[in-house]
């Protein structure tokens, strides 16, 4: 059974950094594609940003390029996204999401939801303007 846990949200002013964190329980994690999403309040969950299982490719969202990164450790099993820059819109719950790569293979489109298999359960990132 594949677990992920998300870690490090909080409240924060307009302006700072806040670092989240994702730890993978189960499966091999060397072989995952991992996400992130955010759901706003009264919104629809939307896709922030993905790293490749090879870790050679990332892909943003345009509201947050430039401002977040994503990164992965495959010795400590974690996806870790550091956010710089922090607005009040980018409030949300933000979700860590894995798929193994074989799934889609070339087929894998990372802002695409539904092609993510496992979810974890979100964690609060507050921004206060």
């Known amino acids: 059974q594949v677990q992920l846990v998300e870690s490090g949200g909080g409240l924060v002013q307009a302006g700072a950094s806040l670092r989240l964190s994702c730890a993978v329980a189960?499966?091999?994690?060397?072989?995952?594609?991992m996400g992130w999403f955010r759901q706003a309040p009264g919104k629809e969950r939307e896709f922030v940003t993905a790293?490749?299982?090879?870790?050679?490719?990332?892909y943003y969202a345009d509201s947050v390029k430039g401002r977040f990164t994503i990164s992965r450790d495959n010795a400590q099993n974690t996806v870790n996204l550091q956010m710089n820059s922090l607005k009040p819109e980018d409030t949300a719950v933000y979700y860590c999401?894995?798929?193994?790569?074989?799934?889609?293979?070339?087929?894998?489109?990372?802002?695409?939801?539904?092609?993510?298999?496992?979810w974890g359960k979100g964690t609060q990132v507050t921004v206060s303007s």
């Open positions: 999401a894995a798929v193994n790569y074989w799934r889609y293979g070339s087929r894998w489109s990372p802002s695409q939801q539904n092609q993510y298999y496992y």
């Open positions: 189960g499966g091999t994690f060397s072989n995952y594609h």
């Open positions: 790293i490749a299982q090879s870790r050679s490719s990332t």
